[in-house]
């Protein structure tokens, strides 16, 4: 399996415009999650999804992030518009959820965004 | 108070030496415990996990969990130059969110 794959690995934009993150999660995974991480904050959970459905969003900063997943096999996160405040390392990773919990996590190897 | 304490270090030990990372946390519904290991500029991956209380080998790696303390730890025994990286503690209840540490930077010398 190829793992969770990323893209783009490395974005630079100007504040102001829209940047689009993706994710392909490992299949057969139910569970995926979007993270972010800086220096200052460490890894912060933005959304997870069970089975394409949006379960919690509480870790999105503020109404300029949106995720969707409108299949098993494909995520988004956008930003719109973007501050440079949202420079980040930004993570997905998928899980298969046995157990009833989440806990064996696959990292992607990240995107990492800079805004100028 | 954050979910979970971890002190960021750096922390710098010899080759051979046997390392403690240690977290603590405040929630006590939390049973499901990790250790991801982060090598620079790549994602984490999972070194272990431990469900409830006690405690879990792994090659070099022990994992324990005092629930009544509300404290885990991960020890590597014979550390290794290639041991050199982030370790991030993790936690969740029950089909919970997860939280994480803050991570704690290790560097092992050759």
């Known amino acids: 399996d190829a793992g969770v794959i990323q893209s783009p690995r490395h974005e630079v934009t100007e504040m102001g415009q829209e940047v689009t993150l993706r994710c392909k999660p490992i299949s057969g995974h139910d569970y995926l999650f979007w993270y972010r991480q800086t220096m200052m904050r460490g890894l912060e959970l933005l959304i997870y999804?069970?089975?394409?459905?949006?379960?919690?969003d509480s870790g999105m900063p503020e109404d300029r992030f949106s995720a969707k997943m409108p299949n098993a096999s494909f995520s988004t996160l956008k930003i719109q518009p973007s501050e440079p405040r949202d420079s980040a390392v930004y993570f997905c990773?998928?899980?298969?959820?046995?157990?009833?919990?989440?806990?064996?996590?696959?990292f992607g190897p990240g995107t990492r965004l800079t805004v100028t | 108070q954050k979910e979970v304490e971890q002190d960021p270090g750096p922390l710098s030990v010899p080759e051979g030496a046997i390392v403690s990372l240690n977290c603590t946390y405040s929630n006590s519904a939390f049973q499901y415990f990790m250790w991801y290991r982060q090598y620079s500029r790549k994602g984490p991956e999972l070194l272990m996990y431990?469900?409830?209380?006690g405690n879990k080998e792994d090659g070099r790696f022990t994992a324990q969990v005092d629930k009544s303390s509300k404290y885990i730890s991960l020890f590597i025994r014979d550390s290794q130059p290639s041991d050199s990286a982030t370790y991030l503690c993790a936690m969740s209840s029950w089909g919970g969110k997860f939280y994480f540490g803050s991570g704690t930077k290790l560097n092992v010398k050759p």
């Open positions: 431990t469900y409830s209380s």
């Open positions: 990773a998928s899980s298969p959820g046995t157990s009833g919990g989440q806990y064996e996590q696959y």
């Open positions: 999804f069970n089975n394409n459905v949006p379960i919690d």
